[in-house]
């Protein structure tokens, strides 16, 4: 069973950086890219960045680009995400996404983990 | 970047009924638009790959179509258990973009 488990969330000043990570088990990691996918309380998704199976690939929304960095360590199964110069409305659920497989639909989610930016 | 619009915000619907959510992009992204469906604390869930390829174990009352720029999702016959908000996405030049949703209530 594929699962995908977020974590790292938490709450912090406007300014201040923090790191998620993201365990992938029930899957060969390195044959998927990943993503990062963010939801603002009570509002939409947005995606916030993605990496190629082997990190030689990234792409970046322009809310991020330039402050994130998305990497991942395909021996631990692992995606990170890099987040400096948080501001508020960077605070959101933090979803870790694999492609279905299929297609570049995002087919597995994790349960998220949560960031709060507040002065 | 590409903009994703959805139609309509807000859908109230009965069971039973059939229902359609309309996407548009702000340019040809040709198949590569999925639909996913999100209940409260959850996360999405994929529904329709490519346009109209229905997702393993997704209901057959689920259907995709469209090309280009304007994509439908069409719910046959309106079930309980459909009462969510739905997205679509789409994907190019390694960047995806969501539409901002559309939430379906009861009637």
């Known amino acids: 069973e594929v699962q995908l488990v977020e974590s790292g969330g938490g709450l912090l000043r406007p300014g201040g950086s923090l790191r998620l990570s993201c365990v992938g088990t029930g899957f060969t990691f390195d044959d998927y890219a990943m993503n990062w996918v963010r939801q603002a309380p009570g509002k939409g998704l947005e995606w916030v960045c993605g990496v190629g199976w082997d990190g030689g690939i990234t792409g970046y929304a322009d809310s991020v680009k330039g402050r994130f960095t998305i990497s991942r360590d395909n021996a631990k199964k692992s995606l990170y995400l890099q987040m400096n110069s948080l501001t508020v409305d960077d605070t959101a659920l933090y979803y870790c996404a694999r492609e279905a497989g299929h297609s570049y639909a995002l087919g597995y989610w994790g349960q998220g983990t949560l960031v709060t930016v507040s002065s | 970047d590409i903009q994703m619009t959805q139609s309509p915000s807000t859908l109230s619907a009965s069971v039973g009924d059939r229902v359609t959510i309309t996407c548009r992009a702000s340019?040809?992204?040709?198949?590569?638009l999925a639909w996913y469906q999100q209940k409260p604390g959850k996360a999405p869930k994929l529904l329709i790959y490519k346009v109209s390829s229905l997702e393993s174990g997704v209901p057959p009352r689920f259907s995709g179509s469209g090309s280009g720029t304007e994509f439908t999702l069409t719910i046959s016959s309106l079930q309980p258990d459909d009462f969510a908000t739905y997205y679509c996405q789409q994907y190019h030049g390694y960047a995806y973009s969501f539409g901002q949703g559309t939430k379906l209530e009861i009637k």
């Open positions: 340019q040809n992204i040709g198949n590569w």
